[in-house]
């Protein structure tokens, strides 16, 4: 049977263990080392370490290192233009709470959103995601790749196991995914085609108008949401005759019916600037 090399060293560092036990005092000879298979740990093994919880294992965290190294990617569009930034040698103090980070570990893409994230950068990242693997050179294929996304305060063992000592108090105030779980439900972790969904809802010209907007809704761009019978209606025309206008004539349209709050530069996206940009990702 040959020993794996994690084994093997295990096995030298337990014997060494044995032998100064048998070196030290009488009460050290009632110790001994067992081994066991992971999955079948007793209760005790448990107990001294403070009870059974998540942690990171499974086929991708046992193959990465020399496969495919887990790779990380800030995207950001806080100086007014969408940007991604490759984070070599990161840890969990590299996951910026403002921005949107795209964790790739092989078979699983995740991206995760920080707090402090707006929504065209959330929903910008969500189309970077599917196109940085759309355009992937090594032939990866979207069906082949389950993309997810993760909500700050809500990561589980399978993303956080990429970060060395990773601090479930940072953030989830020291509860595990399961406690988490069990108090908000799975909405923490969700498919990106499912968040992509949010962006596309219509809703009523009386949903539009509350201070607070749905989820995925872009607080300066709410038109794209509207009903169509209800543009129609308000505008005095359809949604194509309205995207023909003039920028400063849509503005005037919107301010009419106090579907207008102002324009944001931090929160401009240059569309076809930020999927060159991802796509350059793949060639460096």
């Not at 030290?24 to 009632?30: K, M």
């Not at 108008?209 to 749905?214: H, L």
């Not at 709410?222 to 194509?240: H, I, N, P, Q, S």
């Amino acid at each position: 049977v040959v020993m794996s090399e994690e084994k093997y060293t295990a096995k030298l560092l337990s014997e060494s263990l044995d032998r100064e036990r048998l070196i030290g005092s009488q009460q050290s000879l009632a110790m001994r080392t067992i081994e066991m298979e992971e999955g079948n740990e007793p209760d005790e093994f448990w107990e001294c370490l403070g009870g059974k919880a998540e942690y990171a294992s499974g086929f991708e965290l046992a193959h990465l290192v020399n496969e495919r190294p887990p790779r990380l990617f800030q995207l950001s569009n806080a100086s007014g233009t969408f940007s991604v930034e490759e984070i070599y040698n990161f840890n969990q103090d590299d996951l910026i709470e403002d921005d949107i980070m795209l964790l790739d570990v092989g078979n699983t893409l995740y991206v995760w959103i920080g707090k402090g994230a707006n929504e065209i950068e959330k929903k910008q990242s969500l189309l970077a995601a599917k196109d940085y693997i759309a355009h992937d050179p090594s032939g990866r294929d979207e069906a082949e790749v389950t993309m997810l996304t993760v909500k700050q305060g809500m990561e589980p063992p399978k993303f956080t196991g990429h970060f060395q000592a990773w601090d479930p108090r940072k953030w989830s105030g020291g509860k595990t995914y399961t406690e988490l779980v069990s108090e908000f439900g799975e909405q923490g972790v969700t498919s990106v085609d499912e968040e992509l969904e949010k962006y596309n809802k219509k809703y009523s010209y009386d949903v539009l108008c509350r201070k607070i907007v749905p989820e995925g809704v872009d607080p300066v761009n709410k038109e794209r949401y509207l009903k169509d019978d209800e543009f129609a209606e308000l505008f005095g025309m359809t949604v194509l005759d309205y995207e023909r206008l003039p920028k400063w004539k849509q503005v005037r349209a919107k301010r009419a019916v106090k579907l207008f709050e102002g324009s944001n530069s931090s929160v401009i996206y240059c569309s076809e600037i930020g999927m060159k940009q991802v796509r350059v990702l793949h060639s460096e």
